[in-house]
């Protein structure tokens, strides 16, 4: 039972209600607060801490490879591949400029992709021209990849594919920040641990039941939920993916800096703060990754070590950290951005590369809300 002033005073009526404090729902509001000063914000999340895909990332600030834009163009068009890289230029632009880079330990180390078969590293090689016009297409710069040598493992191809435009980052420092931009700002709650249904949602009505004698009231709502976006709307083409990822306990030495890729993307590593993170890997078993429940997956550990092991360190290694996060892919890489009604939209299907992506996507998504 809530008291006169709860009612009164603790949710009172909001301009803008966002569900999903990852990169898109936080970002979302910062753009909002930005156009829209003055306006009452709140920002619903499901856990006490955000925790979706956001913040259990490994922030990598890539674009793309060469092998799996080759891998694209085998099922859509060139124009959309260059619609896809041309979305994430303009979402890590638009990161670099709502962050200060030391916050969020953004570093620019560049990324490569390898490749432990020589055939592999021919097909792409033999196509390097062809996706750098691709890319000089997608955001105006020249021979983004280039040819290097990679000679700290004896296990992998000795030339591997260079993007120097490739960083990394700190997923949660950047939320972090993106959380205590936003609370200098008196009109903006938050409201962590609330897991919210469909049953809950009144769109009509605008208002949210969190419970039997609350509601929250809004004029406009968004749901930036992502790889949950199933949970509150029907019929989405969207399907969630579990990503696993592991990292070692600290190293005498690290043979390498930046971000590596091997195997389309699919398997991704670098080094942290003197330890080896490794994840990925889950086109070894599909059908078990194919879930919004988070978790371990046995089988794909075990590859990302002996992965590790035997192709990146040479040696056996300890690792003292494991964890899971959830993507969302469906039919196309294009994020989905529309329009449920009048007054709600939605903001979800990242592809894994919400770092990316997210930035640009709320930017779109404020437009929409603004119009």
């Avoid at 966002?18 to 000063?37: F, M, S």
């Amino acid at each position: 039972m809530y008291s006169y002033w709860e009612k009164q005073d603790w949710f009172e009526h909001y301009e803008f209600v966002i569900v999903g404090a990852g990169i898109v729902g936080l970002t979302t509001a910062y753009y909002l607060n930005k156009y829209c000063p003055g306006k009452k914000i709140l920002v619903i999340d499901r856990h006490f801490i955000p925790s979706g895909a956001s913040t259990k990332n490994a922030g990598f600030s890539c674009f793309g490879t060469v092998g799996e834009i080759l891998d694209d163009l085998e099922t859509v068009s060139r124009q959309e591949v260059i619609n896809t890289i041309r979305l994430r230029w303009n979402g890590l632009n638009r990161l670099k400029e709502i962050h200060t880079p030391d916050i969020i330990e953004y570093m620019n180390r560049g990324g490569y992709e390898v490749f432990t078969e020589e055939e592999s590293f021919e097909f792409c090689l033999d196509k390097v021209t062809e996706v750098n016009d691709i890319m000089e297409e997608a955001i105006g710069i020249s021979h983004v990849f280039k040819i290097e040598d990679c000679l700290w493992s004896n296990k992998v191809v000795s030339r591997c594919i260079s993007n120097a435009l490739e960083s990394e980052l700190n997923p949660v420092r950047m939320i972090k920040n993106l959380i205590t931009m936003l609370r200098k700002s008196h009109n903006i709650d938050f409201l962590f641990g609330l897991r919210l249904n469909k049953e809950q949602f009144n769109y009509e009505g605008k208002h949210i039941r969190i419970s039997k004698d609350m509601n929250i009231a809004y004029e406009k709502l968004m749901l930036c939920t992502n790889a949950f976006s199933g949970d509150l709307i029907n019929e989405l083409d969207l399907t969630p993916y579990r990503n696993q990822v592991i990292v070692s306990e600290v190293l005498q030495n690290v043979p390498f800096s930046g971000t590596f890729h091997y195997d389309k993307g699919y398997v991704y590593f670098r080094e942290i703060h003197g330890r080896l993170l490794i994840g990925g890997a889950r086109n070894i078993d599909p059908a078990t990754e194919r879930t919004s429940e988070f978790g371990s997956n046995l089988l794909i550990i075990e590859e990302l070590k002996r992965f590790a092991a035997e192709i990146i360190l040479q040696k056996e290694v300890k690792f003292d950290f494991q964890w899971s996060g959830i993507i969302a892919t469906g039919s196309s890489k294009k994020p989905i951005l529309k329009s449920v009604n009048d007054h709600t939209f939605l903001a979800a299907r990242l592809g894994g590369m919400g770092v990316a992506i997210g930035s640009e996507l709320a930017w779109e998504l404020t437009e929409k809300v603004i119009a």
